[in-house]
Structures are given as structure tokens and as C-alpha cells.
């Protein structure tokens, strides 16, 4: 697989890795990565990363979060060979994270998991709805970003989620695309229950608990993590310290970003 496409920010610090969710990009975070990279931060230097089948990196044949991982381990060190790195993770995001630092915890000085906890979720009964709406565009029709955002509207009413979603829609010229790889998103969520998407792999048993300092931020809107999820998170990163984050969603960094941006300056600044 090709390297995995990826924006800069920052040119002095740490190292910090961002892992987008489901649909996202790596540009999700910017306003993020500039708030710990610019003044008043920690002088981070921050990747961020598009995964596997999302935005501008290579699609791939089928999901699994280890491969994912090791994709991101192999492009973090050719990035960075000799340093180890903060990885934040989001959703999906979180999930390669959580892979990343069981699998390679001497690559992972510390990581960030946002709202999302390490468990299977069942299926992806959650972005049914929006999968339909995506497979359901017209894009030969199309004949421009405002056409597609009407067109849309009637499948996804909601501004905010509607223009997420609409950030995969890539124009050549007159063709529209989607980045995002939404026929293996589409298959994954056909298989149910069995969906790995909104699973957590099992071959994370076979590592040994990850050491790090873990910082768990968590929405308290959110209903992606449960009280429940805390003895099983504990048991895979027994240093993990959970902070709530009032007035916030599953996404902690859109609804909470100077929050986000305070919690990483003093996760960051603190000795791992």
C-alpha cells in the first residue's frame, strides 16, 4: 500500500500523531493540532493523518484495525524514524490507536482515545441512514458542491452532519467522486453483527497491557462509552486517566475544542 496521505502542522515539540473516525480526514483536527502547535502550546509537531480508504490515502480490499495499525506504525516511522510519538484517536480513530499502542508500544510514548471505548459496538446500524444517502447521490448528475448539498438534504437534514459527509465528495472537472472507500464501508455494514468496523479486534489479546500514560476524553452527550467500558479499558492500559467532557457529543474536538486543546497542552506537558 502507498504512503498514507498526511498535512503537517508544526515544525518544533513532540511528535503527535491524529487518527480521524469513520468518514473523516485527517484535516478534521487542524483547528486542534494548530491550537497545541501555535502560540500558547506545547510546540507540537503534528501529523495529520487521512487512514485507509478515507480522503486521500490508498483504498484497500477489506477493513481490519491491524492492518490499520501497521500501516500507521510504518508511515510514523518513516516520518519520524527515531522518535516516539503521542497518537490521539477519534471513533475509528481511537480504535487504530488503542491497536497501534498494544502492538507497538515502544512507538507510542502516549495516547490520546476520544470517545470511544475497546469493545465491539455490535454493527453499524448508527451510519445506515447516512451509507443509503451516500450510495443514493446522484454524482454523475451532479453539477456542483451546492447541488449535491440540496440534493442531500433530503436524505441528511442536518447541516452539521450533512457537510461532514459531504467533505468525500471529490471534484475532477466536471466528475464528482467519493474519497471515502463507501463500497467497503457499504459491505461492512451489510454484515451485521459480524461488522468490523464496529468491532474491536480480538488479536489484541495477545499483547501484553500497554504501559503509557492513556488520556481518555469522553463526551458526556456521548452514548459511545458506558460506565461498563471502564474494567475492560483498564485492563488493556492500566495508567488511563478518563476525563469527561461537559457539553460534548461524540465529537469531543468539534463541540469542545478549546477544551480539547487544553487537555492535550497538559497531557503533553506532564513527564510520561
Known amino acids: 500500500m502507498s504512503p498514507l496521505h498526511a498535512l503537517q502542522v508544526g515544525v518544533a515539540g513532540p511528535q503527535v500523531a491524529f487518527l480521524h473516525g469513520l468518514f473523516g480526514q485527517g484535516r478534521n483536527w487542524s483547528q486542534i493540532a494548530k491550537g497545541i502547535a501555535g502560540e500558547g502550546g506545547v510546540n507540537a509537531r503534528c501529523l495529520l493523518l487521512d487512514l485507509p480508504d478515507h480522503g486521500r490515502s490508498p483504498r484497500s480490499q477489506g477493513f481490519d484495525y491491524v492492518r490499520y495499525a501497521e500501516t500507521v506504525a510504518t508511515r510514523l516511522r518513516v516520518h519520524a524514524p527515531e522518535e516516539p510519538w503521542t497518537i490521539v484517536g477519534h471513533s475509528l480513530g481511537g480504535k487504530v490507536a488503542m491497536t497501534l499502542a498494544l502492538a507497538h508500544p515502544q512507538l507510542v510514548e502516549r495516547l490520546v482515545v476520544v470517545d470511544i471505548a475497546p469493545k465491539s459496538y455490535g454493527d453499524l446500524h448508527r451510519f445506515g441512514g447516512y451509507i443509503a444517502a451516500m450510495e443514493s447521490l446522484p454524482l454523475a448528475e451532479l453539477t456542483s458542491r451546492a447541488d449535491a448539498d440540496e440534493r442531500f438534504a433530503v436524505s441528511v437534514p442536518d447541516p452539521a452532519v450533512r457537510s461532514f459527509l459531504l467533505q468525500n465528495l471529490r471534484r475532477d472537472g466536471r466528475v464528482f467522486s467519493w474519497q471515502v472507500n463507501l463500497p467497503l464501508v457499504s459491505a461492512d455494514a451489510a454484515r451485521g453483527s459480524r461488522s468490523a468496523i464496529a468491532g ?73
Do not use: I, N, Q
Request: hydrophobic share 50%; net charge positive; glycine share 6%.
Open 200 to 272: 474491536f479486534p480480538a488479536a489484541v489479546t495477545r499483547f501484553r497491557p500497554y504501559p503509557g500514560p492513556v488520556l481518555w476524553l469522553v463526551g458526556a452527550e456521548s452514548e459511545y462509552v458506558v460506565d461498563a467500558d471502564s474494567p475492560p479499558m483498564r485492563a488493556l492500559f492500566p495508567s488511563v486517566r478518563k476525563v469527561t467532557v461537559k457539553g460534548a457529543g461524540h465529537w469531543v474536538h468539534t463541540d469542545a475544542p478549546d477544551v480539547v486543546v487544553a487537555a492535550l497542552r497538559r497531557f503533553l506537558a506532564t513527564a510520561p
